[in-house]
């Protein structure tokens, strides 16, 4: 695997990632919540309104919520950048004293250290591009991303959660309902748990077990809660 | 800012991750189903079923959720490693090479790399610990997040959750539990954005204010929503 190639999964695993934030919560909150309400209140109209505010509300959450952290990485990438550029030009000594540490950690000499402090004096920008991946772990973040992470976990969380609720949309009686969303739900959960493994290198199987597990236990959680209750 | 220092700030700030995960969810989602319901169907118990089956479907979600998504991260990092430790004693040309191509990218000469490759000859952990943070880019995580992780993740979601719901348990007349579980969001809303923009770096005032508009876009959609349909 080269540099390069790294930096292009880097990005498409983004997207990926999106999609598994959006999708794994719209499949079982939304699911969960309409089992749960099935399982205290035997009437089809409010387990869809239920269902559908929490769609409406857990996708603008999350959507939002994803749009923020990645804005907030831009800026806090682009905050720490300004700061190493003024320190490499205001405390130059004590920005080639962290080098040094930073290379000694990797077993290097102060002799070997050297020639690579001379590399970076000649050419401050590659400095700086140094100091951001090695000493304070960032990699510049795609402008783009804020957005396009949003509309992603957004769209993912409503098409999610719609397979859990279309069957109380089409029939009024709810139990039967509650069946086919069961039996939907448990195919989808399965299909993205393996989808999500073999994109994000876990085992496929193990992922689909684990993927269908958590919507189980959540909804068996919110089924019990509401049944105690009501 | 040293080695170490970010070595540090980077495992607290994954707690505080974890909590801004969990509670920006717990605060919003609870929050606006409970609002949305309200609009259409005035009945607070209804409201309190769905918004503690939602806490309940939500943070098992969430949880474990975030339980898998660490595990995930340790079992890449292991597979990774064991994978580069198989590379420099099977094809050490090539991962010679892949130094060579990281260190060129830096501005180094082939004269000022052939100490830092005798170097990490000399030493083949520190070559591998260096191929795992300079050319895939992977931190060691700590074995011990994954449980932390999910317990933090949950248990930040029920906290958030109960704010907006309290109101509804305490009095059955639901317009008026619609009130105070405004109110009380908001300002629970203000500061907690308040208190995460301080952790993370952005401008307080600025998450404080960005927060609670998450809070009250999401609120006002699954209000509209649900009294559109009901």
Same mark, same amino acid.
Request: charged share 20%; net charge negative.
């Given at each position: ?11 498409? *695993? =983004? ?43 857990? *996708? ?18 682009? *905050?720490?950048?300004?700061?190493? =550029? ?24 102060? =002799? ?26 960032? =990699? ?31 029939? *009024? ?58």
């Amino acid at each position: 695997m080269t540099y390069l190639h790294h930096e292009e999964h880097f990005r498409s *695993s =983004e997207v990926v990632r999106d999609v598994v934030i959006g999708m794994a919560d719209g499949l079982t909150v939304p699911f969960a919540l309409a089992a749960g309400l099935t399982g205290a209140i035997d009437a089809s109209r409010v387990v869809v309104i239920a269902g559908l505010a929490e769609i409406a509300a857990g *996708s603008i959450a999350m959507g939002l919520g994803g749009y923020l952290a990645a804005r907030g990485e831009s800026e806090h990438y682009e *905050s720490e950048r300004a700061r190493e =550029e003024l320190e490499i030009v205001e405390k130059p000594a004590a920005e080639r004293a962290e080098v040094r540490e930073i290379l000694e950690g990797y077993g290097l000499t102060r =002799e070997q250290s050297d020639p690579i402090l001379a590399a970076f004096e000649a050419r401050p920008k590659v400095w700086v591009d140094w100091m951001m991946r090695f000493e304070l772990g960032l =990699e510049e973040p795609d402008p783009k991303r804020a957005v396009r992470s949003a509309l992603t976990i957004a769209g993912s969380y409503v098409a999610g959660g719609m397979i859990p609720l279309a069957p109380y949309m089409i029939t *009024s009686h709810s139990i039967m309902a509650l069946r086919y969303s069961v039996a939907a739900t448990v195919i989808a959960l399965a299909i993205f748990g393996y989808v999500k493994g073999r994109y994000t290198g876990a085992p496929p199987l193990r992922a689909s077990v684990q993927t269908t597990i958590i919507g189980g236990l959540a909804a068996a959680a919110a089924f019990t809660i509401a049944k105690l209750i009501a």
